[in-house]
């Protein structure tokens, strides 16, 4: 696929623009200079609909884009359940964790677990989340970007990885968390307009009259496609496995991702006050029902266009990743310079939110527990060092991690998945188990690894999902008991829920009600 002067035109216009506004959001008045709370938390002062758009843009990736869309061609609308089930996640996160996150005024999550269980977990997992955030999730988002720049423009997978790379750091270094939210709002119109787009070609390339003659002629033809409960014998059960993916580990993994993950709540805890940051996250689940139909049914017509010989069969046999890439051939000029700029977008933005996460719990949980009374200009200087040495660490390690694997979606998955258990247990026991303490944690954390081998060792052909169900349900008994059994935790640690406020906003309960009506129809229509 070629570049016209209109499509780099749009590119272009589309670069200036986001470094123009990354710059004017980034301005402070004369004399002033940034300190911890504005660079890492946007000076707390980030309205609902920032949040809600920022959130959806850090978390449709390339990971996402590419990933799902070559699950759509490999297996079909199941893969839409990481979507719509997160859905769900994101209203009960918003109405039940995050007054307790907002309460104690925290600036990321390892502080909430040093609050609750001591310096010793706060240090286990701020390593943590720093070595996953830079060596899976940085390298997962420049090598599936960086695949696809290069099927468009032949650049090379390690140019277009650093070309992204370079850009990310660009507009998000100096600002902070207020520059990477506020232009994240410029992300999302460019991601949710340019995946229609190439939905709209790809469907209207169909053998039927118009797109949504399309649509119907490919649920006609590719049934299977379409089922969202996958049967036993079906080649994805492994990844999808039937009504697990609704009632197993799928839950754990999102509740790990969207409830106690910095580099996604960082942005609710930058909030002007717990209802924005409520009506953020509904705004978020709100939109994440639209995903499926910008990433998944393009890939699903690919199958068919492939088979036409409108797409490089060759190409995609094997190696789904590219499924996304290929289609973008699709678009005429001028769009097609729009849906390049959108991958940007979900490409430079996840990156920039991730560098601003792994920057904030280094400063914050690592290197200012290290150095304690440095001057808060210090610290921002500190952040931007590690952001910047985060994004060259994972340039240096995306092929080698993820070159090899057919599908990094679901590599990504499987990697998280060995931790997830542990995650959502320490927290879930720390807000409602006042009995839970270091020791139950401790347990829960290095188990979930343990057991997952254990179980993987025992039972090789478990489906992941089912074996995350498992690690979890045992793991939180046996943190339980563990926390019973040795001494008890101060009981100024633990988490009062009743001087806590639950209540939600009209706004709030309007979306949160909108979305599950919509999402109960989808799963109505597709089961």
Known sequence: MTLETIDIVIIAGYAIALLGIALLVSREPKGYEKNTE????????????????????????????????????????????????????????????????????????????????????????????????????????????????????????????????????????????????????????????GGFAITWFALDALPAEGAIGGLGFLMQEMPGHFEMILDSDHPAYSDLPGIWTLLGGLWVLHFSYWGFNQYIIQRALGAENLQEAQKGLAFAAFLKLLVPFIVVIPGIAAVILAQQGDLNAAALSGASDRTYGELMGFAPAGLRGLVFAALIAAVVSSLASMMNSISTIFTMDLYKSWKPSEPEQHYVTVGRIAAFAAMGIALILARPFLGGFESAFQTVQEYTGYIAPGVVIVFLLGFFDKKANTAGAYTALIGSVGLNLIVNALFPSMPFVVRIWIVFVVGIVVAMTVSRLTTAPDEESTVNLGNLAFGTSALFNMLAMITIVILVGLYVLLW
Request: net charge positive.
């Open 38 to 193: 504005d660079y890492f938390l946007a000076g707390r002062a980030l309205p609902w609909w920032a949040i809600g758009a920022s959130l959806i843009a850090s978390n449709i990736s390339a990971e996402q884009i590419i990933g799902q869309s070559g699950q759509g061609f490999a297996v079909g609308m199941a893969i839409a359940a990481y979507e719509w089930q997160a859905a769900i996640v994101l209203i009960i996160v918003a109405k039940y964790f995050l007054p307790i996150f907002l309460k104690r005024k925290i600036y990321t999550m390892p502080q909430f677990l040093q609050q609750r269980y001591g310096d010793g977990v706060k240090n286990l997992m701020s390593v943590f989340w720093v070595a996953l955030y830079t060596a899976v999730n940085l390298t997962t988002v420049l090598w599936l970007g960086g695949l696809a720049v290069d099927t468009l423009t032949g650049w090379g997978v390690l140019p277009a990885m650093a070309a992204l790379a370079g850009f990310a750091v660009l507009y998000s270094l100096y600002g902070g968390l207020k520059a990477v939210a506020l232009t994240d709002i410029i992300q999302v119109v460019i991601l949710i307009l």
